[in-house]
């Protein structure tokens, strides 16, 4: 069975696009239901819950992968709960498995393998605010809205935004990015500390405890070995990271195009200009008529660059006239801008509601969301090739991306009882990840491997780094508890 369908499962009649009722596996009932009263005398009764509809909360994300719910769930609330838990999972060699806010997109918390899924929300504290220093450490329940929330009047904020009010933590684990990678980086680049508990309830710091230098040369860098692990080396129960000043100006801008190769060298021009552009996301006609549609907007239906420009008021003069000059010598039109809130809001609208807007398209399906990234150069001709691709085997995938980082979604949107349009979308996204590949780019930009692209990472990395990747995993995890089936 490919590895699409696997993911769509439950497109048939017989399995419908919900949970199926939980079950305990047989092959550890006996042992979940020893350790269950373990688990309690850690975390108490309202700490342990084997009912179905938790569990079964806990066995899916966002993803289209079948909901696979653990065995139990438990509600730690330190780092010392969680490591006397994962003790007592690994004595009796039961899979441990990470849940932040199940925004996931890979399927990354299914229990495979059954076990038990550590829920971390009640861990929920900012526990160290620098102002000075600009980093903040958080617990893993603590969500990117919440922490810019917390950090409202301190003149500060962080800024990776993966659009989802996702765990900090969870993002950590992702390497999640989003909308402002282009200017203020991934996860990967804002993680500056991790806590991590392992299989056998060991706690490592990554960069030493309490440790928070803006930048390092001492051994290995254990903590990006943590960032994008999707929860198979260790849970994380810290993470210290970098914070950024708030922009004194935020200035907002829209402009359509007559094709993807304007648009793509405007972005390309702008960053080689040294526009300090904050954000710059590309729709394709699709994705703005779907927009328009959803919202009763009216933008032209051609492919659109939605920007964002941080910085002082006197700086934003600068930055909107250098992009306004670049896109109008690139055909660019309808160059409109905004500085206040509220326009902006309403002018980042559309890319906002992309997702529910494809949705719209086709009531009563499903979506699924593709993550190629590239290098900048090849973009146009992948997406130009990418939407022949969509056309011609009649699927509906609206375009939708991070175009300063190289990275565009497909957001397809299919019936998952009709098993023809599955097959061919399977088709379809294992021919765009290929493609991406031989344009020198990845798989997923800012997604995660999960279950449905482990086949695709060995194509990417090659036999040897896998390798390299398993002997890791076997080093850190030798009984393989950490989120079995995942990424390897």
């Not at 139990?72 to 999972?89: G, Q, Y």
């Not at 600009?134 to 929330?149: A, H, I, Q, W």
């Not at 009709?418 to 290929?434: G, I, K």
Request: glycine fraction near 10%; include cysteine; proline fraction near 5%.
């Amino acid at each position: 069975m490919t590895l699409f369908m696997q993911a769509l499962r439950f497109s048939s009649p017989r399995l419908p696009f919900i949970c199926g009722r939980c079950r305990t596996y047989s092959a550890q009932a006996g042992v979940v239901e020893r350790v269950v009263s373990a688990f309690r005398s850690v975390s108490g009764d309202e700490g342990v819950s084997v009912g179905s509809a938790v569990r079964e909360q806990h066995g899916r994300d966002e993803s289209v992968h079948r909901c696979q719910p653990p065995d139990v769930v438990v509600f730690p609330r330190s780092v010392e709960e969680v490591s006397a838990l994962a003790k007592i999972c690994h004595h009796h060699q039961l899979p441990m498995i990470p849940f932040g806010t199940g925004t996931g997109l890979e399927g990354g918390v299914g229990a495979l393998k059954g076990g038990v899924c550590f829920s971390l929300r009640k861990m929920d504290q900012v526990l160290d605010l620098h102002l000075e220093d600009f980093d903040v450490t958080v617990e893993p329940g603590v969500t990117r809205k919440g922490l810019n929330s917390y950090l409202r009047d301190t003149g500060l904020w962080f800024p990776v935004d993966p659009g989802a009010d996702a765990s900090l933590c969870g993002m950590a684990a992702t390497s999640a990015s989003g909308t402002n990678a282009v200017r203020y980086g991934t996860m990967r680049v804002n993680v500056l500390n991790l806590e991590v508990v392992l299989a056998d309830g060991t706690v490592l710091h990554t960069a030493g405890k309490g440790r928070r230098p803006r930048k390092t040369s001492a051994g290995y860098n254990l903590t990006n070995l943590f960032v994008g692990s999707e929860g198979t080396l260790g849970i994380i129960t810290k993470a210290t990271l970098r914070l950024f000043g708030i922009p004194e100006s935020m200035v907002s801008a829209v402009c359509s195009f007559p094709s993807v190769q304007s648009a793509v060298d405007s972005t390309v021009q702008i960053l080689q200009a040294g526009v300090p552009i904050a954000r710059i996301e590309f729709l394709d006609d699709v994705m703005i008529n779907a927009c328009n549609r959803f919202n009763n907007l009216s933008y032209a239906v051609t492919p659109t660059l939605f920007l964002e420009f941080h910085g002082s008021s006197k700086g934003m003069e600068e930055q909107v006239s250098i992009t306004e000059e670049i896109t109008r010598d690139n055909g660019g039109s309808d160059f409109a801008w905004a500085e206040d809130e509220e326009t902006r809001g309403r002018l980042w609208k559309a890319r906002h509601d992309a997702w529910y807007a494809a949705l719209a398209l086709r009531p009563g399906c499903k979506a699924y969301s593709t993550d190629v990234c590239v290098p900048i150069s090849r973009l146009p001709q992948i997406i130009v090739e990418t939407k022949e691709d969509l056309i011609r085997n009649n699927i509906t995938g609206p375009i939708a991306g991070h175009v300063g980082d190289g990275n565009f979604h497909c957001l397809i949107v299919l019936d998952p009882s009709d098993p023809d349009e599955v097959q061919r979308v399977h088709s379809f996204t294992e021919r765009l990840a290929r493609r991406a590949l031989a344009m020198d780019g990845t798989c997923t930009g800012e997604h995660g491997i999960g279950l449905g692209k482990r086949a695709l990472l060995r194509e990417e990395v090659g036999p040897l780094a896998i390798e390299v990747m398993q002997g890791l995993k076997a080093t850190l995890d030798p009984k393989n508890l950490m989120n079995p089936g995942k990424v390897l």
